[in-house]
Structure formats: C-alpha cells, structure tokens
C-alpha cells in the first residue's frame, strides 16, 4: 500500500512540475515526464486490483487511433507522430489517475503553490521587474527571454515565462482553486477568512488582466458564471451567501476593468473592432478553405502547420482541417461525454453542505471550470494542441472518476464489514 501511494503521488507532482515548468528546458522536462510514466507503468505492475477502463475513454482512445491513422496522409508527419506520442501518454495518465485516490488535501495544496509560483511572479515582474529579470534569464532560452521583454515593453506581463498566453493559464489554475474552495466553504469559514480569500482572488484576478489575454479572461468568466448556476441548483438554503459573493466578486471585476489601466487596455481589445482578432480572420479562412478539400478525413494532424506556418487559434477548425468532420465527432463526442460525467458526479457525489464531503466538492468543481476553460478558451487558442494545458484537461476529467470509484469502494467496504458483522 506503501508503495501505491508513493507511486501515484510521485506521477502526480512530476505531472505538475511539467505542466507549470515545460517552458523553462525541454530536456530536463522529458527527463521529468519520462519518470512520471515510469513510475505509472510500474504501478500497474504492482496493482493487482487495478480497476477497468472506463467505458469513456474508449472516445478518447479512438480520438488518438483516428489521429495516428491520419499519418498515412499527413504532410507533417515529424510533428504528427509527435503529437500522436504525447496524446497517447497523456490519456493513458489520465486513465490512470481515474483510478487513484489522488484527489487529497495535500494534492490540492501542491496545484495551488505551484500556480501561486506565477501569480507572485507576474506581480513581482509589475513591481520590480529588473530584480525578476535576473531570474527569468536563467529559465528561458535568449529567444524566450527577448519575447518576455518585448511584452513587458508592450504593457503585457509573461512572469516567468516567454508568453503571455502561457501566464494567463497558469494563473487560471490558481484562480479556478481559490475560486472553487470558496464558493465550496463560504458557509463554513469565519468573516476574516473569507475577507482574506477574496482578496487573494482580487489580486490574482487583476494578475491575469495584467497578461492583457481576451481569451483566457472571457473563459475564466463563463466557468464562473457556469459554475454558480451549477451550485445554486445544489444549495438552495445558502443562496444569501451566494448573492453577497457574487456581487462582490461582480463588483472587484468591474472595477478592475474600469478603474485600471491595463484593465482599459484590455476592455479597449475586446470592443475595438479593427483589432478584435488580432489577425486570426485571415488564418481562420485559410483553415477552412484547405478543410473544403479533404473534409471527410481531413489532411492528416499536424498539417495545419505546413499549410498556414502556425497554429490554428482555434482548436475545432484546426481539427476540422486535420482530421476531418470524422475526426471532430469524434473529439466533440468524446468532450461531451466526459462533460456529462462530470455533472452527473457532481449532481450524484457533492456533499451540499456536509462539512464531510467539502474536499469533494471542491474538487468536483476544479473538474467542470477547467472543462469548461479548456472548450472556451479552444475557440481562440491552442490548449488542445499545448500539452500543458492537455495534461491539465486529462487530469479534470479523471477527477471525477477518481472520486466515484473511492465511492464505490467505500461503500463496498461498508458491506463487507456488515456481511462481517452479521455472521
């Protein structure tokens, strides 16, 4: 048992390092998840009762069969294989972490240092920016560090890293952990405490509108937005609570956006029409038009990259380029299904206002706002396609899972013990 659990815990935090340091050197980050999954491979040596497949990984088993069947007629097959590789690794990680106890109180700690790493950074690089610098310079390559300067030139803050894309997603994380604890005990802790959480989120919030990413922010906002419809369904008797937080948190994000400057930067990028897509309108129309020549199959993953020189911004129409409307279904399939779990586990396993089950349910939400992030920011971005943010993905959807099975163990336990005691 020992073992088991360093094993999975071990993964976990190696996971982690990478999904927040993979920018920063691409040999020591394989070195790191080449260990993650030779500790998951030696766990399902030594676990005998390691449990089945989930029945709804099969969809995303076929996702990576369809994309590594898409190599036969690829024009990028080098990046093709690559990614096809780390797709697969990634989803066998998340089918193993659904059947793991590893949704814990020490985890959750971990996930929150971790992201806070970048939330002090991008207030250290606000605040002091020189003394950050002699910091960054030794975790990035001269073209990353040249990119982290010439945004800070520019108004936007990277942190520690060589994009601001990659900041915002960071932050988001520890914002979605802040978040989700707080929505999940506002009934239970003390004035002071709330008072200090919401200020913690305040601040971080300001920390991602300083990355001046529209992307990241509009998903941020559905998740929450989602998020709290959810949990009014849930906790009919705390709505009182629930109305003071959310006209607070309303009213830090309005002031934040009004009453700052690199909040007016950003409201100035969203509803300036001549720069509303930043140049995408001329990728998405070339994406399109090389999907009309192959769009039952598509013209093999990766191709984007031949074709158009970048990413698509935009993870359903880079998809429909490069596998296709079969291989979108297949995605779209696969996304859904795991968005259904997620609801019906919060609907089936939240523990509403039993102090007990809190862990529970903040977990349980960390699941749906980062689902939710993750289908939003892809309209724009590229997380299906960064496999830090993957990496992340394919842990909120094992945590569902993860929860259920302990569940069911708990009370298959239960039984035994009862069967025990009657004879």
């Not at 088991?4 to 190696?14: A, E, G, H, Q, T």
């Not at 059947?99 to 690089?125: D, G, P």
């Not at 990119?147 to 990659?166: D, E, K, P, W, Y």
């Not at 915002?168 to 959480?197: A, E, G, H, P, Q």
């Amino acid at each position: 048992m020992k073992v088991k659990i360093k094993l999975d815990s071990i993964s976990l935090y190696l996971i982690y390092f990478y999904i927040f340091f993979s920018y920063s050197s691409a040999f020591i980050n394989k070195i790191v998840l080449g260990l993650s999954f030779c500790f998951i491979f030696v766990f399902f040596l030594k676990n005998k009762d390691f449990q089945r497949i989930d029945k709804s990984y099969f969809l995303w088993i076929f996702y990576v069969l369809f994309n590594i069947f898409s190599l036969f007629y690829t024009s990028n097959i080098s990046r093709g294989i690559s990614y096809c590789i780390v797709t697969f690794c990634i989803i066998g990680s998340s089918i193993f972490f659904s059947n793991v106890r590893f949704c814990n109180k020490a985890n959750f700690i971990v996930l929150i240092c971790f992201s806070s790493i970048h939330v002090i950074a991008t207030f250290l690089q606000m605040g002091i920016p020189s003394q950050l610098n002699q910091i960054t310079v030794h975790l990035l390559n001269a073209k990353q560090y040249n990119m982290n300067l010439r945004l800070l030139r520019n108004g936007f803050l990277a942190g520690i890293t060589s994009q601001t894309s990659v900041n915002s997603v960071y932050i988001t994380i520890f914002l979605m952990c802040v978040f989700c604890y707080i929505i999940n005990t506002i009934n239970i802790i003390s004035y002071r405490k709330k008072i200090f959480l919401i200020l913690i989120y305040m601040l971080s919030f300001y920390a991602l509108i300083s990355t001046g990413k529209r992307g990241p922010l509009l998903a941020n906002l559905i998740s929450i937005l989602f998020l709290l419809i959810i949990d009014i369904k849930i906790r009919k008797k705390s709505l009182k609570n629930l109305f003071v937080f959310v006209i607070i948190i309303g009213f830090i994000i309005f002031g934040i956006i009004n009453f700052t400057s690199r909040g007016q930067i950003i409201f100035q990028r969203f509803f300036n029409n001549d720069r509303i897509l930043t140049g995408r309108g001329v990728i998405y129309e070339q994406i399109f038009n090389n999907f009309l020549k192959n769009p039952i199959l598509g013209n093999g993953i990766a191709s984007t990259y031949t074709s158009i020189d970048t990413s698509g911004h935009n993870i359903y129409l880079q998809l429909l380029n490069e596998t296709g409307i079969v291989g979108v279904c297949i995605f779209i399939l696969a996304v859904i299904n795991s968005f259904i779990n997620t609801i019906h586990s919060i609907f089936y396993l939240n523990g509403k206002n039993d102090k007990n089950m809190v862990l529970t349910n903040i977990y349980l939400f960390i699941s749906m706002y980062y689902q939710i992030f993750f289908l939003v920011y892809g309209m724009s971005g590229n997380p299906l396609f960064d496999n830090y943010i993957f990496f992340m993905y394919s842990i909120a959807i094992a945590i569902p899972k993860s929860l259920k099975l302990n569940n069911q163990r708990a009370v298959r336990k239960i039984d035994e013990n009862w069967d025990y005691n009657i004879s």
